[in-house]
């Protein structure tokens, strides 16, 4: 099993940033790939991006050159760095896992809170 806790959320006004954090433990040597995810009241999840066990990443259009997500292997952890964030980027951040032998993100944090607004 593999088990992931977030953490980094919070009231940010308009144009500010934050940083999410994702600890990962278990089985962490299964995991071929770590995402975020954000759900917003009344609409769909939706995948924000992602970081390969090879380093390769790749993020949903509306948040390119805003977001990053980075690793550090060392600490088990996968963090998103939000800048000029927009109203339109409120909602429960997730972390999920890919894990070796599985078709999709199998493994979930319980999710933080980012709101903006002025």
């Known amino acids: 099993q593999v088990q992931l806790v977030e953490s980094g959320g919070g009231l940010v006004q308009p144009g500010g940033s934050l940083r999410l954090s994702c600890a990962a433990s278990?089985?962490?040597?299964?995991?071929?790939?770590i995402a975020w995810f954000r759900q917003a009241p009344g609409k769909q999840r939706e995948l924000v991006a992602f970081?390969?066990?090879?380093?390769?990443?790749d993020y949903v259009d509306s948040v390119k050159g805003r977001f990053t997500i980075s690793r550090d292997n060392v600490k088990n952890m996968v963090s998103l760095d939000m800048n000029s964030l927009k109203p339109e980027d409120t909602a429960v951040y997730y972390c999920?896992?890919?894990?070796?032998?599985?078709?999709?993100?199998?493994?979930w944090g319980q999710g933080t809170q980012v709101t903006v607004s002025s």
């Open positions: 970081i390969t066990i090879g380093g390769s990443t």
């Open positions: 999920a896992a890919l894990v070796e032998g599985s078709s999709g993100y199998g493994h």
């Open positions: 278990g089985r962490i040597f299964s995991i071929n790939s």
